[in-house]
Structure formats: structure tokens, C-alpha cells
Nanobody, 126 residues
Framework: QVHLAESGGGSVQAGGSLRLSCTASGDTLNGNICMAWFRQAPGKERERVASIYTDGGTTYYADSVKGRFAISRDNARNTLYLQMDTLKPEDTAMYYC??????????????????WGQGAQVTVSS
């Protein structure tokens, strides 16, 4: 089993920054692993914000966060990060860490990620 736990959420004013962390535990999370951040606001569908593959260099960002968010991972510590700068009110959502073992690349949809954290709330005030 793989357990994911997010931390670092909170409330900030527009233009501020937050850094989310996701720590993975368990014996399964090794080899070629894609890790990702999703977010879900009330009344909206869960959407992929960013993802990163095992090599740490293959990344994806949603258009809405490009240039403002940065995903990274520390494989030695089994930790995923999301640095969020220049936050906007529309970034307000519950942010979820997700992971999936894959030979190549990262899944694109929610249904193809097997492991999920419980979420961290991010609230951005205008």
C-alpha cells in the first residue's frame, strides 16, 4: 500500500505564495512513478494542475498555472512539492497529491491515478 499525505495549505492574500508538500510512505512507491497535483474547487471537477515523472525533468503544467507554479520531487525523501507563487483567488481549491506507477510518462486523467492523499485546502483572498 502507498499512503500520501499533503501539508502546507493555508490562506493567503492574492499575490502571495504557498508551498505544498506531499510525503509518500509504503513499500510500493518505487521504480518509475508519476506524481501529480490535482485541485478541486466547490462545484467544479477535479483538474490536473501539474505532474512530474520519475526523472524529475518531465513535467506538465495546466495553462492556468504556467509561470506561477513549480512542481518538484525529492525521490530520496519520497516527497513531492508544489511551489505556488503569485496566487490568485481562482486558485482557491482543495489540492490533492496523486501517484501512479507507469513505465513511461504520466497519466492525464483522474481515473488513471491509483494513489491519492486526503487533500490540503488552499484559500486565496482578493
Amino acid at each position: 500500500q502507498v499512503h500520501l499525505a499533503e501539508s502546507g495549505g493555508g490562506s493567503v492574500q492574492a499575490g502571495g505564495s504557498l508551498r505544498l508538500s506531499c510525503t509518500a510512505s509504503g513499500d510500493t512507491l518505487n521504480g518509475n512513478i508519476c506524481m501529480a497535483w490535482f485541485r478541486q474547487a466547490p462545484g467544479k471537477e477535479r483538474e490536473r494542475v501539474a505532474s512530474i515523472y520519475t526523472d524529475g525533468g518531465t513535467t506538465y503544467y495546466a495553462d492556468s498555472v504556467k509561470g506561477r507554479f513549480a512542481i518538484s520531487r525529492d525521490n530520496a525523501r519520497n516527497t513531492l512539492y508544489l511551489q505556488m507563487d503569485t496566487l490568485k483567488p481562482e486558485d482557491t481549491a482543495m489540492y490533492y497529491c496523486a501517484a501512479e506507477a507507469r513505465f513511461i510518462g504520466c497519466p492525464t486523467i483522474v481515473a488513471n491515478y491509483r494513489y491519492w492523499g486526503q487533500g490540503a485546502q488552499v484559500t486565496v483572498s482578493s
